[in-house]
């Protein structure tokens, strides 16, 4: 279909995909080309067979019944066949009686949700991990909650100048030629560092910042608060639960800056403290430009519509089955599947088993 509306049906039920259809793991061209069509069997696969979470988010576009004998779904047929007489609070966005199933959620999306997710205890691990298309209100406070929320330029914004000029200090202050390694140790025998290194400790500061992304992506915002732990539970649901509970609210996917400064300015201390001045400032540059790098492709991977076959199509597909089928068990790396192979998290490429 054109650029705007999208409908599908799924055996009788009719959905509106126009809102998701960018954001379709599998590519929007292919979704596109099955727009009006019956998608039960392209559910199934091949290519990809979708999860339990899968056919729940199409759920939520359920827009109606067809009628007996309409065979064709009419390309832009809006919403006029939708039964809202389901008595549902919610007034708009909840045009199907399945989506009410959404409202009775084990949370009042009308209240903010950091103080009640809590509450949840046992139930919290299964509810965090089923995603939903519907943005998050956090705080009561507005305040508060515009200060959670982050665009995605922000992080650009703010840590590319403090790259580009913690750089230029590092660059020009190696190219003085006094910078020694190991002249702690040793003043004989210790190494001096040229300034045409920097480039190599720079991507040495992102080569570590990937490995630290994957340190922080499993084993801090993937640890399991224990369900009678209230506070630990509003802590995980506010670090990362959020995002896997609502992985397309686009003002909450890349990291504040002002918590992110508390969590940088640590690794630099950490780092000065082990490296000679320069030589620690150069991993530590290297390392922010990796974070910045990070968090625009994490956005870009939930937002973005890249073409089916490229690298960053591969990533998408990768990441997403991180959100909705190995929450717990796999695919960590985001900007980079690299290290899922040393740390056997990785999640194979899809070979698909025909069914008997
Ligand atoms: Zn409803
Ligand atoms: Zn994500
Ligand atoms: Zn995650």
Redesign the pocket.
Known sequence: CARGACLVRCRRRLYDLSGFVRLHPGGEQLLRRRAGTDVSAALEGPPHRHSANARRWLEQYYVGEMEPGEEQVPPARGIAGCSRG?G?A?PAG?PGAP??RV?RDLVDWQKPLLWQVGYLGEKYDEWVHQPVDRPIRLFHSDILESLSKTAWYVVFMVWAPVVLYLSWVSYTSLAQGNTRLFSSFTAEYSIPVHKYYFPFIFLLGMFLWSLLEYLIHRFVFHMKPPASNYYLITLHFLLHGQHHKSPFDSSRLVFPPVPASLVIGFFYGVLRLLLPEVLGLSVFVGGLCGYVIYDMMHYYLHYGSPKKGTYLYGLKAYHIKHHFEHQKSGSFGISTRFWDHPFQTLIPEETFKKED
Do not use: D, T, Y
């Open positions: 389901h549902c919610e909840c989506l009410c409202h």
